[in-house]
């Protein structure tokens, strides 16, 4: 069972930005897709962004152009660096990982989240 642990979550004003990270344990960027979701109170669970074992990326709209996925495999570490953000990126941040090379499949396992709290 992959575990993932975040952080890096926190509070800030409106145009701020904040780095999330994510530590996995063993080397699985090799094999998984890693990806990042949001829940906002009382909102269901979205997907955020993802980026695959090649190295590809993909972001939903909402975020595209402010936040970017990466990672270090020395360090098993996903990182999603969050620029200009808006009170509407309120939400707990998700990591995920699914065993999967090009993200073909649904997320299998979930860290315990990282509260982001922005004000306008």
């Known amino acids: 069972q992959v575990q993932l642990v975040e952080s890096g979550g926190g509070s800030v004003q409106a145009g701020g930005f904040l780095r999330l990270s994510c530590a996995a344990t063993g080397y699985i960027f090799g094999t998984y897709c890693m990806g990042w979701f949001r829940q906002a109170a009382g909102k269901q669970r979205e997907w955020v962004s993802s980026?695959?074992?090649?190295?590809?990326?993909t972001y939903a709209d909402s975020v595209k152009g402010r936040f970017t996925i990466s990672k270090d495999n020395a360090k098993n570490t996903l990182y999603l660096q969050m620029n200009n953000l808006k009170p509407e990126d309120t939400a707990m941040y998700y990591c995920?990982?699914?065993?999967?090379?090009?993200?073909?499949?649904?997320?299998?396992?979930w860290g315990q989240g990282t509260q982001v709290t922005i004000s306008s």
């Open positions: 980026i695959d074992t090649y190295g590809t990326t």
């Open positions: 995920a990982a699914v065993y999967s090379r090009r993200c073909l499949s649904p997320f299998t396992s």
